[in-house]
């Protein structure tokens, strides 16, 4: 009885301590990160993918590491997102998004900056074709793990890799 019960307390701190986790990463994100208001969450997914990096290197200079795009699939609530240059994100009926050249990129360092990407609140357009993302205008990429370029340089230019990483992306579309 004393076992059972025991787990039970174990049970509920868990979910105590996961909806504290959760809420308290919403709260981390920082203001600067943040949509302004009237636009409200549709939908947050998982990404899993590779930052690609390609080594150049200017006349008289070492080559050195410059970002290409990011490779990632995206999954939340039964929705599957691919993000690729631009940068864009595609779902799987159809529907665009990429990033608004008119507005500049909001970015926050991550909490590991040596070793994890920034945090980014992009403005996008979507495109015309009907679907899941069609209406949103913001996606905020946050908990960002890995991505960074390889501290070491690269031996010549060309050389391209594909630095693993997993982030938290959120979609906001404009409230009613």
């Known amino acids: 009885m004393i ?7 174990a049970a509920a701190v868990a ?15 920082p203001a600067a990160l943040k949509p302004p208001a009237g636009y409200i969450v549709a939908l947050t997914a998982k990404a899993t993918g590779v930052q690609i990096y390609t080594s150049t290197a200017e006349a008289g200079t070492a080559p050195k590491w410059t970002f290409e795009a ?7 609530h039964g929705v599957v ?20 050249m008119d507005t500049p990129v909001a970015t926050v360092p991550a909490k590991q900056a040596a070793s994890d990407i920034p945090w980014l609140l992009i403005k996008v357009n979507a495109d015309p074709a009907p679907g899941v993302l069609s209406k949103v205008v913001y996606v905020q990429r946050i908990l960002t793990v ?20 997993t982030a938290t992306y959120v ?3 404009k409230s009613n």
């Open 3 to 9: 076992g059972r019960f025991a787990m039970t307390c």
């Open 15 to 29: 979910v105590l301590v996961t909806g504290v986790n959760l809420s308290h990463a919403e709260d981390a994100v």
């Open 70 to 76: 990011p490779l990632a699939e995206l999954n939340g």
């Open 81 to 100: 997102i691919h993000h690729y240059a631009g940068p864009s994100w595609e779902a799987a009926d159809g529907s665009k998004i990429s990033r608004d």
């Open 146 to 165: 890995g991505g960074v370029a390889p501290a070491k340089s690269p031996a010549r230019a060309g050389t391209k890799v594909g630095v693993p990483y």
């Open 171 to 173: 979609f906001y579309v």
